[in-house]
Structure formats: structure tokens, C-alpha cells
């Protein structure tokens, strides 16, 4: 006799949940939505009720009944970079602790890309997108037109450092930042600098440079030349080998525009059969893991990262945000730049 097929098991409702936790239909939405609105020996049963059940939320009807989703995108510009991965971390965690999941998507720095990363989340309705990419002067019109509809939606565009037309910004004061790491290097005795930048235009790299070159000049240095690479370890190493092999006089300070274009300075001026730190000092900036941990450590611009996600990602979710000021960039002092 051929076999039966398998008997289909009915999945749990959340009728079921509310009767097995012997509460009403509202409450156990409640809190199976997340509501903090709801008893906290009520929240107990329902959600032991469910866990019995095996229920789970059909995240469809959610959206349709809400108009956005459990979901927050967050688009970065390159995740291998820790500055977007520490950024990640601080997003996620504070994603998980509001029950609510986080997307990533990676631009690879491209606005195209960018744009049609953009429009398909848009038609997932995420809660919220948030921008951690590297933004340009001017933002183009079909990417500025696919967050508008996001918003027209029930989506909250969020940007770090520079904003777009209609999304909550979270401020980075790169230029204070750099300002004080250019006045701190001058202070140590370096009077020629160049700056490995990103190409002109990126926001946060211009700020950067402009920072710098007010500090350093103004503390006595002269004003540093300007390389325009990029935002990568490669970037920073290509660059650096190019001014070595041009001939850097014993004392330069190389500032990376990040701690990854730093670190690849290093690496070339190390492979250039030079001395980094004692020969030619490097500076980078936002305090990466890894630029406290090689030889020799970076000097740097602390950001706070994590802290930095997790108010973009209140920002994205919370209907109290009002802004807020930028946190408190600090300046590190190394071995990569000794007293001279």
C-alpha cells in the first residue's frame, strides 16, 4: 500500500497564543508587536504561550496593517572597512533591543548602485533607511526623488554627517575633529604635512582636510599639499608609495583621511625600506581597532561609532527625536607621530 502523505499541522495564530495565555486578541498583540504598553506578568504569558505554540509573526500582514515593516536598512559604503562595520554593530544592537531586524546593504561608493539599493528597499517599506555612505556635494535628483517616496511611505531616511533633503541627521564634527588633530601634530613639532584625501566633493573627506589644514597652519605648520586617492587601505598605500618614491623629506607627517588610508601609508612607507613614526610620522582619523593594535599605533581622531549607530537608529524608529549634537570627537596621540 503506498504511504500516507504526512498529516499538515496547523501553524499557531495568534488567536491561539491569546487563548492558550488566557488573555484577550489586543493584549496578545501587544506584545508580540513590542508594545511596552502591556503588564509585565501579562508580557510573560504571552510570550511562554507562544514559545509553547511555536507561533510566529506573519511579518506580511504586519506591514500591510502598519505600513512599514519590522525592518531597518542601513546602507554602508564598504563593509570590510571596520569604520562601517563598528558602525553596524552599534545599528544592530540597538535594533535588536527595539525587536527590530537590521538589513545591510553595501554601496561599493556608487551612486547608481546607491540609487537602486534605494528604490528596492523602498518597495520592502523598511521602518527606516539609514544612509552611512560617503556623500557627495549634491546628492543626485533621482536618488533625492526615491527618499522622498520612502518617506511618503512611512519610511524615516536618516543620514550620518551630512544630510539629504527630508532625512533626520546625525552630526559628525569632522571638521572640529580634524581641526584639533591638525593642531595637536603641530604641537608636537611638524611643520610639513601632506593630506591623503578622497576625491573633492566627498563631504566628510573635505571637512577633514579643511579641518586639518586650519589647525596645522594656524599651530605653525606650513599648509600641507593635498593628495587626492581615495577612501581605502589601497588608497593609502598606492598614495604613500607615489610621494616616496617622489622623495619625502625625514619628518613629513602623512595624514590618512581614515585610519585605513593610515594604515596602507604605513605599510608603503615600511616597504619603501623607511622608518614609519621615527622617518615619516602618519596621522589617520576615527580610532579603528586595528590602528591600536599594528606597529606603531596610529595617531587619530576617536569617533564613537557604535554610539554613533545606535542614535541613528533611534532616530530612524523613534517618534521623539528631535536631533541631537554631535558627540565629542577626541584626539589620541600615538607612536606613528613621536615629538620631534
Do not use: C
Request: charged share 20%; aromatic share 4%.
Amino acid at each position: 500500500m503506498p504511504t500516507p502523505p504526512p498529516a499538515v499541522t496547523r501553524a499557531a495564530t495568534l488567536g491561539d497564543v491569546a487563548q492558550e495565555a488566557g488573555v484577550s486578541l489586543a493584549t496578545a498583540s501587544r506584545v508580540l508587536n513590542g508594545s511596552r504598553k502591556v503588564a509585565e506578568n501579562y508580557r510573560v504569558r504571552v510570550q511562554a504561550a507562544a514559545e509553547r505554540l511555536g507561533y510566529t509573526a506573519n511579518l506580511s500582514a504586519q506591514t500591510t496593517a502598519r505600513g512599514t515593516s519590522a525592518v531597518v536598512a542601513l546602507l554602508v559604503a564598504d563593509i570590510a572597512d571596520p569604520y562601517f562595520g563598528q558602525l553596524a554593530a552599534g545599528v544592530t544592537r540597538a535594533a535588536e533591543a527595539a525587536g527590530l531586524i537590521t538589513t545591510i546593504a553595501i554601496t561599493d561608493r556608487d551612486a547608481e548602485r546607491e540609487l537602486r539599493l534605494v528604490r528596492t528597499l523602498r518597495g520592502q517599506r523598511p521602518r527606516g533607511i539609514i544612509l552611512a555612505t560617503s556623500r557627495d556635494a549634491s546628492d543626485p535628483a533621482p536618488l533625492a526623488r526615491e527618499l522622498e517616496a520612502a518617506v511618503a511611505h512611512g519610511a524615516r531616511v536618516v543620514t550620518l554627517g551630512a544630510g539629504v533633503a527630508g532625512s533626520q541627521v546625525v552630526p559628525i564634527d569632522n571638521l572640529a575633529g580634524a581641526r584639533a588633530l591638525g593642531t595637536a601634530v603641530a604641537g608636537l613639532g611638524y611643520r610639513s604635512a601632506v593630506v591623503i584625501a578622497a576625491a573633492e566633493g566627498v563631504r566628510t573627506s573635505d571637512d577633514r582636510v579643511a579641518g586639518f589644514t586650519e589647525g596645522f597652519t594656524t599651530a605653525g605648520g606650513s599648509a600641507p599639499r593635498v593628495v587626492r586617492a581615495g577612501i581605502s587601505r589601497d588608497a593609502g598605500y598606492t598614495a604613500a608609495a607615489a610621494l616616496l618614491a617622489e622623495g619625502l623629506d625625514e619628518g613629513t607627517l602623512l595624514f590618512g583621511i581614515s585610519d585605513v588610508v593610515a594604515i596602507g601609508a604605513i605599510s608603503a612607507v615600511r616597504d619603501a625600506g623607511r622608518v614609519p613614526g621615527a622617518d615619516i610620522a602618519i596621522a589617520g582619523f576615527d580610532d579603528i581597532a586595528a590602528g591600536r593594535d599594528i606597529v606603531p599605533g596610529i595617531t587619530t581622531v576617536t569617533v564613537p561609532l557604535e554610539a554613533l549607530g545606535a542614535q541613528a537608529l533611534e532616530a530612524a524608529v523613534s517618534d521623539d527625536w528631535d536631533g541631537a549634537a554631535a558627540l565629542p570627537l577626541e584626539v589620541v596621540l600615538r607612536d606613528s607621530t613621536p615629538r620631534r
